[in-house]
């Protein structure tokens, strides 16, 4: 189950699913504590009319989910046309305090004046664990209390005019025969049970007395602090305040921070507008404030798979801070930059993927490859991050950057993928490939480091560091010299995939994979007009680009693949690589058609997944960050092109059609 609406403030992130229920809840970290990491945890919403209880997620309602324009705010409406009952959430994760919020507008469609209950659900597993938490009703808050630790959650509520909860219970979950205390609310009276330690949970009740075709308001929240004093603070602060101003607050937050990308969407289309900036407050939602940048905090795989996808990939990161670092955007690189420096191998390369507080993530990658001790790595991940710095400062002109940023993280990088290369091919070393699954050296690879060390030796240029640039250019002119000879497939007409040896002796592996052809014309390994990249164009539409506009990543893709008889599934990251490519080569229709077809299969919401299925249904975790940096890099060149457009029409109105 994808994640249509995530709200987030760079320490409290809060996933809701397809029902509008908080499924995942993440505090102090985005993207490490889930809270409610289980398959049957969610926080359930009920309600209590007419003698019988109905829960959002049973299936009898209409649900309808949205963002508010231009801020990560959603609007999730649920309609029960038996019970004629509708409910309007407009949700939010308070721009400066730890706390989630709703505010809730509860509407009587019936012809008679009617007692409504609206039942609020609560079970957590505190920081991961699976028992030894406690909950209890706290009588000067008015409010429940789930604490474990140095995690302590307050729930609160209130009427439009300020009265606390109607009814409150405590219980156990999923253990010793019950349910949960969810159960209790069943009956329309919850039972007043103050405290409960173990696997616990929790429900608050209101009560309205709502008059024919009218409506009540009332708000909820949950506070969150490491001490149960900090949770108490922000809990009482919410009291005293109410929802409303806080929703107020950070609407003005999310539309301050969006400022350049809606500058820049005046260029595009409303539909491509819109999507332009909801897709860059999701990359905003994705960066916890230390700086990692989480690849997708929707938990789902964890009921299927063996992990998820909240780790910070440096590759990832480097793509979403990318298009930012384009759009002019300080702050959110530098905390990306800082985060990098922190977890920096003292050999100046970077692992697998980390967790938000810098340890390193879980891997499947061994240390030993051909009986050699090789660290685990993927080197384009290094390569990028080098890159991106690079044009970071390009764009800044900063001279203070180099200062803090060259000794302490480029040069080291610099010095350690200009020592990974191999003498005889003076192509990089073997490591993993961007799918994490091949040990070799790709072309992906080989262009990322390529272009990052060129970057490396313009920034040497500029502190005077001759040594360095010297060095890391030569490598880098060796390389691409020896790309031209070693990493052509003249056969198929294709970039290999990669090279790898075999009993001492080099081996190509041919698969036509699309980071192959995406490295060597994005990061400049081969001319995007030359005879190569041509050609390789060709055979990438013959091979991959065989049934409508998605993409699997490479020849016989089985990852997520429904069953060995069906195709490989299309991914939104290599549909966009194409229309990048096809946006720099002035194909703007062709270009345009595939962001269409990105955008059809969205979520209602705008979420984009990893995959798409052969029924066109998205599948795998969503949203995945970077399929919205590449939606958001896709529209920011068609924007740029759509300027010099209209500046050659300006110039020669001859050229108008």
């Not at 049973?58 to 309808?64: G, L, Q, R, S």
């Not at 010793?176 to 049970?193: I, P, Q, V």
């Not at 990061?523 to 995007?528: I, R």
């Not at 299925?613 to 740029?640: F, I, K, R, Y």
Request: proline content about 4%.
């Amino acid at each position: 189950m994808a994640r249509p609406v995530v709200l987030s403030n760079g320490e409290m992130h809060v996933g809701l699913n397809r029902y509008g229920l908080v499924h995942d809840f993440y505090y102090p970290y985005v993207g490490q504590e889930n809270h409610t990491a289980a398959k049957h945890l969610r926080h359930r919403v009920g309600v209590w009319v007419d003698g019988q209880l109905s829960w959002l997620d049973d299936k009898t309602w209409d649900v309808k989910i949205a963002y508010h324009n231009d801020v990560l705010v959603s609007r999730i409406t649920v309609t029960h046309s038996g019970l004629q009952v509708a409910i309007e959430f407009d949700d939010f994760v308070d721009s400066s305090s730890n706390s989630f919020m709703r505010n809730i507008h509860v509407i009587n469609h019936g012809d008679n004046e009617r007692d409504i209950k609206l039942y609020l659900h609560q079970v957590f597993v505190i920081s991961d664990s699976y028992g030894s938490d406690t909950v209890q009703y706290l009588p000067d808050e008015q409010a429940i209390l789930h604490y474990k630790g140095h995690r302590s959650f307050i729930v609160g509520a209130a009427h439009h005019d300020g009265r606390p909860i109607d009814q409150y219970s405590v219980g156990l979950f999923g253990i010793e025969g019950h349910d949960g205390t969810y159960r209790d609310a069943e009956d329309g009276e919850l039972s007043g049970n103050p405290v409960e330690h173990g696997r616990v949970d929790s429900v608050i009740g209101l009560v309205f007395h709502i008059r024919a075709h009218s409506s009540a308001r009332c708000s909820y929240w949950i506070a969150a602090g490491k001490l149960l004093r900090e949770a108490r603070h922000i809990h009482r602060r919410i009291q005293e305040n109410g929802v409303l101003h806080y929703l107020l607050q950070t609407t003005l937050y999310w539309r301050h921070w969006t400022k350049p990308f809606k500058t820049m969407s005046e260029r595009l289309d409303l539909p491509y507008s819109k999507a332009f900036i909801r897709s860059g407050q999701l990359l905003k939602s994705h960066q916890d404030k230390h700086g990692a940048v989480i690849a997708s905090c929707d938990t789902t795989m964890l009921n299927y798979e063996r992990d998820s996808y909240a780790y910070c990939w440096p590759r990832d990161g480097a793509y979403v801070m990318w298009p930012l670092v384009r759009l002019g955007y300080r702050e959110e690189p530098l905390h990306f930059f800082n985060f990098i420096r922190r977890v920096m191998h003292e050999d100046g390369y970077v692992m697998h993927k980390y967790q938000p507080d810098g340890t390193v993530g879980a891997s499947w990658h061994p240390y030993v490859h051909d009986n050699a001790n090789i660290a685990p790595i993927q080197e384009d991940e290094t390569a990028i991050v080098v890159f991106l710095f690079g044009q970071y400062y390009s764009t800044h002109q900063d001279r203070s950057l180099l200062d803090a940023y060259y000794p302490t993280m480029v040069k080291p990088m610099a010095n350690f993928l200009a020592g990974y290369i191999d003498e005889e091919t003076h192509l990089p070393k073997p490591s993993y490939d961007l799918w994490e699954e091949q040990f070799m050296t790709t072309t992906y690879t080989t262009a990322v480091v390529h272009a990052a060390l060129c970057e490396a030796a313009t920034m040497a240029d500029v502190l005077g560091d001759t040594e360095g640039s010297v060095r890391w250019q030569t490598v880098a002119d060796d390389m691409k010299e020896a790309a031209a000879t070693r990493l052509y497939d003249y056969d198929r007409q294709y970039f290999y995939k990669g090279l790898r040896r075999v009993g001492g002796e080099l081996a190509a592996d041919d698969t036509v994979d699309t980071a192959s052809f995406f490295g060597a014309f994005m990061f400049g390994l081969f001319d995007v007009s030359s005879d190569h990249m041509q050609k390789a164009y060709q055979t990438l539409l013959q091979t991959l680009v065989t049934d409508g506009p998605g993409i699997p990543r490479y020849e016989r893709d089985s990852y997520h693949r429904i069953n060995d008889a069906a195709p490989s599934n299309g991914w939104f990251i290599t549909a966009l690589w194409h229309a990048q490519y096809l946006i720099e080569t002035d194909q703007i229709d062709q270009a345009k058609s595939i962001i269409d077809w990105v955008l059809d299969h969205s979520l209602s919401t705008g979420v984009l997944s990893e995959q798409v299925l052969p029924d066109g249904s998205q599948t795998s975790v969503a949203p995945l960050t970077w399929s919205h940096a590449e939606l958001v890099s896709t529209l920011l060149d068609l924007a740029m092109t759509e300027k010099q457009k209209n500046r050659d029409e300006k110039t020669n109105p001859a050229n108008r059609s």
